[in-house]
């Protein structure tokens, strides 16, 4: 910031010049630089002062003796009668002479305005009292070119302890005022609480009055609707009831109707289908049945000629096998014969040998006869204590054979050497 100018005068100082025999040759925000016609360039600041006026040991109206600090903001006007009238105070002084000039000025007014107030007026309306200075310090220094911004009351306090008495007193009161007002409020709370108290009972006193006559007239109400709905639901359940036994008798009814229908047309179906059973009887029995018949008794006199064909053809057969049959019989009765004629003459040529022959051609045979019931026997155990009592029966009955042929053929084996001989040795 720049409050001096670029230029010292000479120490004969001419008088300080005027606007108009100035030249603003650069205006700012901060500052104007101003040319004289002697062509010296001065500089004047357009910044915001700010100044501390103070005030010590001042006496007010009731004669207290107080100290008062406060703070303004103060600028050079910028309109250009009142910058002349600024220019024509303070050109060619710096901020602080500025400051110093205009400081004194709030001081002594600030001084002469404390001697006309009341120390609660003071302190107890510093807003008022600020104003009040501004208003009469406004004109003294707006006449020097300077506009006061603002102005405020710092502080205000005392040497003698007023300010704190006043303050006790001031205290008490409001403590004395506030114990009255909250007795008098707990006083009107307790009244009011009583008061609620007693309509809150009034008012639940009337609320259980209504709500017993409402419960009362409910309960009645409700008796005589409970009994309308029993009497509703009974006759509701029996004329259901009535109506589902005519359902079911109507449904009944439908049935027996439906088993009639379906009867009916049962019995049509069933006579359709005996017409149908016996058109498929006549079609597929008795139709067939009589060609068969007649098949069968073409079949029967076809196989009755064949059968007649047939005897006579087998009789014919017959006949010539019995006449073939015969002639062989015949044949082989005269070979027979011939044989039996020529054994028989042999028989007689040998006598006892040919008899012999004859037994012994038959031996076989006749062995084969005795043991034939022996086949169907499975096992045959010899109950024996000695093993050579086996052998024993073994040559026994070797021994009885010649007597059983003997008597069974009349030929004595026993004469014959080998037969002899053997039987000898086992006797």
Request: hydrophobic fraction near 45%.
């Amino acid at each position: 910031m720049y409050t001096y100018a670029t230029h010292f005068l000479p120490p004969l100082e001419p008088p300080a010049p005027t606007l108009p025999s100035l030249v603003i040759f650069a205006h700012t925000a901060s500052y104007i630089l101003l040319k004289t016609p002697l062509h010296l360039e001065l500089w004047i600041s357009l910044e915001i002062m700010t100044l501390q006026p103070r005030c010590e040991d001042v006496e007010t109206a009731e004669g207290v003796a107080l100290t008062v600090t406060g703070v303004a903001q103060v600028k050079i006007m910028t309109e250009k009668e009142l910058l002349a009238v600024a220019c024509e105070q303070f050109l060619g002084k710096n901020v602080q002479d500025i400051k110093n000039v205009v400081l004194q000025t709030l001081e002594g007014h600030l001084r002469s305005i404390l001697g006309t107030l009341t120390v609660e007026q003071i302190y107890q309306d510093r807003d008022q009292f600020a104003k009040l200075v501004r208003e009469v310090a406004a004109p003294d220094v707006g006449r020097m070119g300077i506009e006061i911004l603002s102005f405020t009351i710092k502080d205000v306090y005392d040497k003698v302890d007023y300010l704190s008495s006043l303050g006790k007193t001031q205290t008490a009161v409001v403590q004395r005022d506030a114990d009255i007002g909250v007795a008098e409020a707990e006083r009107d709370a307790g009244i009011r609480e009583a008061e609620c108290k007693k309509e809150m009972l009034d008012v639940k006193f009337m609320a259980d009055t209504k709500i017993a006559d409402s419960k009362r007239a409910f309960e009645l109400q409700k008796s005589a609707f409970s009994e309308e709905v029993n009497i509703k639901t009974a006759e509701a359940q029996l004329a259901y009831e009535l109506q589902g036994a005519r359902e079911q008798q109507k449904i009944r009814q439908e049935e027996i109707e439906i088993e009639v229908v379906q009867r009916k047309k049962q019995i049509a179906v069933e006579a359709q289908e005996i017409l149908r059973t016996d058109k498929e009887l006549i079609a597929t029995v008795r139709r067939p049945a009589e060609a068969e018949a007649h098949r069968i008794q073409q079949i029967a006199e076809g196989e009755k000629v064949k059968q007649v064909l047939l005897a006579q053809a087998e009789a014919e057969k017959i006949r010539k096998i019995g006449e073939a049959e015969a002639a062989v019989i015949e044949a082989m009765g005269k070979a027979e014969a011939e044989r039996m004629k020529l054994k028989a003459e042999a028989y007689q040529k040998y006598g006892d040998a040919a008899k012999m022959a004859l037994v012994l051609e038959a031996l076989p045979q006749i062995a084969a006869k005795i043991s034939a019931p022996l086949t169907k026997v499975d096992e045959i155990v010899v109950l024996s204590g000695d093993n050579s009592k086996v052998t024993s029966e073994v040559n026994r009955l070797l021994a009885e054979l010649p007597a059983s042929v003997h008597a069974l053929t009349g030929v004595d084996l026993s004469k014959i050497p080998l037969i002899k001989n053997a039987t000898g040795a086992q006797v």
